[in-house]
């Protein structure tokens, strides 16, 4: 499948485990701030921002996955382009997670860092598929 | 100078550092300059202080544990080693938690927070803050019922609580008393049903005695009680004008208001004593206020006046009588005694009439007084109330010579022992009301007469000896506040023969009374709920069908 089909197959695996990873994440780190804010001093001016980003990276992920899916499918690059688009912001979203959150615990670490790793991974094979795409 | 304020400004405004390093934390290290004992992190102790150690008190000083990694300081003591030798290592310490902190971005997470020092500027604001007796840990925009409390609605003031302070229009009915020193303080309130008498000294001067306010009549009248819908003015009851030598006079006339003046270098009309009287229902309200006066005249070098002040409540309708207790006895407060009034048949008395009570203290329950010369026929007329729950016994001496005829002495003694007006009630509960009979227990007599067996015929005359009163008392009421309240009063006279002296002898015999507690309780029987049961019946057409 290298002359008829442009979709790349990783890229749609990807997807769809980010997505479920996704739900996953956000329920885990909902769920850590709720606990952080009962056992440490989490006052609410410092509480509000971090449930910003955390609600504003989940709004942002669905466009994101569904425009991947329908780039990927269709072999259209624009969907495609604006999926790296968003990726880009939640990629920023999460890096403010992982770096300047009030409290950052270890289980913090690493459900964002591997949540980078694959948007990092994500964000190469869309590259590569609208390369693909294009010419 | 200027200097030396923006000195002192420059040294408040910076608070002393707080110390994070672990390395110099020590929390044994109390005394300055001085090694402590078993303080293993010590700076001020040599090599010697530790190898006389047994224990390191602070084995390990930390920060918050709940990080993921951070400095520790171990101190311990190597036993082992001659001289034994204090043991410092720096580690790491890791927390294996997944929900260790990693990083924080919240520098006061970890941290106590450094407390405001006051400077000049927020002294005012600190100390309406914290310069109650209580604060909030909450931000003040939490509290915003504070100013809303007062003034109070009308539903709250129609029924008052005891102790609650009685509300006037202004503020509360004051009632000057001495706070710490002895001078008049006019910010203590008047709690309801509180009967209070207080004394204290106020400061004055002749010349200004008219513009005192404490001193003139109208401070204590002028604003009135608020009471459930309407405002109970306080009246004038009395006045009493008290002269210079200290004689009181009771005016004729309450009416006209007698402010305080100067007339030939005396101050006249200046308030010495306030005796309010404040009548309420028995829900709480209260319907009426009298205050009685005493004025004075306060002389030209007198530089402080002693005023004496005084609340008595009273329930409307009732007599003004000191309970005992309410409603069992409280140890300690005099029995209530009373007569049934003369002139009424018995059965018809018992039913319909009230006992009269008197607050003298001579018709009380009373028994003999000792007094220091011992003597009965000497003593007679000091008496002491018998309080309830504690045993007493007194005594005198009684000289009989041979001149002495039987007959009246044994009418004296038996005044002497039971009092001119020994009472036939008793109260059974501390507050049982005049009207209701059936709450006061009947005293019975008895009397034994101690004869000489040998002589049985003989029909001399008995003296009385001793006087018993034998009250005996029962709890009543729940297990966990059982009230006391008196079943059975009994009062034995002992009498004793007496025998005839030859002429020129005299004989010296005891007399002794006593007062006798006796706790009758039966033990309590905890009562338990009756177990539920479980009411199951079938329907009668359950078995439709087939029956």
């Given at each position: 499948n290298n002359s008829s089909q442009l979709s790349s197959l990783p890229l749609q695996i990807l997807l769809y485990v980010n997505g479920i990873y996704y739900i996953f994440y956000f329920l885990a780190t909902l769920a850590m701030i709720i606990y952080k804010s009962q056992v440490f001093s989490y006052p609410d001016d410092l509480l509000a921002p971090d449930l910003v980003v955390l609600f504003l990276m989940a709004i942002l992920e669905v466009p994101q996955l569904y425009l991947g899916f329908k780039g990927n499918l269709t072999e259209a690059e624009v969907p495609l382009g604006l999926s790296l688009g968003l990726t880009v912001g939640s990629v920023v979203l999460c890096v403010y997670l992982l770096l300047w959150q009030t409290y950052v615990l270890w289980a913090d670490v690493l459900l964002n860092a591997v949540l980078l790793l694959a948007y990092g991974l994500e964000s190469g094979l869309k590259v590569m598929a609208i390369t693909a795409f294009v010419s | 100078p200027a200097d030396v304020h923006d000195a002192a400004k420059a040294r408040v405004r910076s608070p002393p550092a707080p110390v994070t390093d672990v390395a110099r934390l020590?929390?044994?290290?109390?005394?300055v300059a001085q090694c402590d004992v078993?303080?293993?992190?010590?700076?001020?102790?040599?090599a010697e202080d530790f190898s006389l150690?047994?224990?390191?008190?602070?084995?390990l000083v930390t920060g918050d544990?709940?990080?993921?990694s951070q400095k520790a300081a171990v101190y311990s003591l190597d036993v082992e080693a001659n001289p034994p030798e204090r043991i410092f290592k720096l580690i790491d310490q890791v927390n294996?938690?997944?929900?260790?902190?990693?990083?924080?971005?919240?520098?006061q997470a970890l941290y106590l927070k450094s407390p405001e020092i006051p400077t000049p500027e927020n002294f005012d604001q600190l100390l309406a803050k914290f310069g109650g007796a209580t604060f909030s840990?909450?931000?003040?925009?939490?509290?915003?019922d504070t100013d809303a409390q007062?003034?109070?609605?009308?539903n709250e003031t129609s029924r008052y609580e005891y102790g609650v302070p009685v509300q006037t229009e202004d503020a509360f009915l004051r009632l000057p008393s001495p706070v710490v020193s002895s001078w008049c303080s006019d910010a203590n309130p008047a709690g309801f049903l509180v009967n209070q008498a207080t004394k204290c000294i106020r400061s004055v001067s002749v010349e200004k005695c008219d513009s005192?306010?404490?001193?003139?009549?109208l401070f204590y009248i002028n604003s009135s009680i608020l009471a459930s819908v309407f405002q109970v003015n306080i009246t004038v009851q009395s006045i009493a004008v008290q002269s210079l030598n200290g004689m009181r006079t009771l005016l004729s006339s309450s009416d006209v208001l007698r402010l305080p003046m100067v007339l030939d270098e005396l101050c006249i009309n200046a308030v010495l004593g306030v005796n309010y009287h404040i009548t309420h229902t028995d829900t709480g309200e209260i319907i009426e206020a009298a205050a009685a006066f005493v004025l004075g005249a306060i002389s030209k070098e007198a530089l402080s006046i002693e005023q004496s002040f005084e609340i008595s409540f009273t329930q409307e309708n009732t007599q003004p009588v000191p309970l005992s207790g309410n409603p069992g006895y409280v140890v300690g407060l005099p029995v209530r005694a009373g007569f049934q009034p003369q002139g009424y048949p018995f059965p018809a008395a018992f039913l319909f009439a009230a006992l009269a009570l008197s607050?003298?203290?001579?018709?009380?329950?009373t028994i003999l007084h000792s007094t220091s010369t011992q003597d009965c026929l000497a003593a007679q007329g000091a008496r002491a109330p018998v309080l309830f729950g504690y045993n007493m016994i007194s005594g005198c001496k009684l000289r009989i010579t041979a001149?002495?005829?039987?007959q009246p002495l044994a009418q004296t003694l038996l005044d002497v022992l039971k009092g001119q007006s020994f009472p036939e009630y008793v109260a059974s509960?501390?507050?049982?009301?005049?009207?209701?009979?059936?709450d006061w227990v009947p005293i019975t007599q008895l009397h034994i007469s101690e004869q000489m067996i040998s002589h049985p015929l003989q029909s001399s005359c008995q003296i009385p000896v001793s006087l018993g009163i034998e009250v005996k008392w029962t709890k009543y009421g729940s297990l966990v506040n059982p009230q006391a309240r008196i079943v059975n009063v009994t009062a034995t006279i002992t009498t004793t023969t007496l025998k005839q002296l030859p002429s020129g002898r005299e004989r010296i015999i005891p007399i002794t009374s006593s007062v006798v507690f006796t706790d009758i309780s039966s033990p309590a029987e905890p009562s338990y709920k009756a177990w539920p049961t479980i009411n199951i019946k079938l329907p009668f057409d359950f078995f439709y069908p087939f029956v």
């Open positions: - | 020590c929390v044994c290290d109390l005394l078993n303080c293993c992190c010590d700076p001020d102790c040599s150690f047994t224990t390191c008190s602070v084995p544990s709940q990080l993921c294996p938690s997944i929900f260790c902190i990693h990083a924080t971005n919240y520098k840990a909450e931000p003040d925009s939490w509290n915003l007062n003034p109070p609605d009308a005192i306010q404490a001193l003139s009549m607050s003298n203290k001579h018709s009380q329950l001149a002495m005829k039987c509960f501390g507050n049982s009301q005049a009207q209701d009979v059936l």
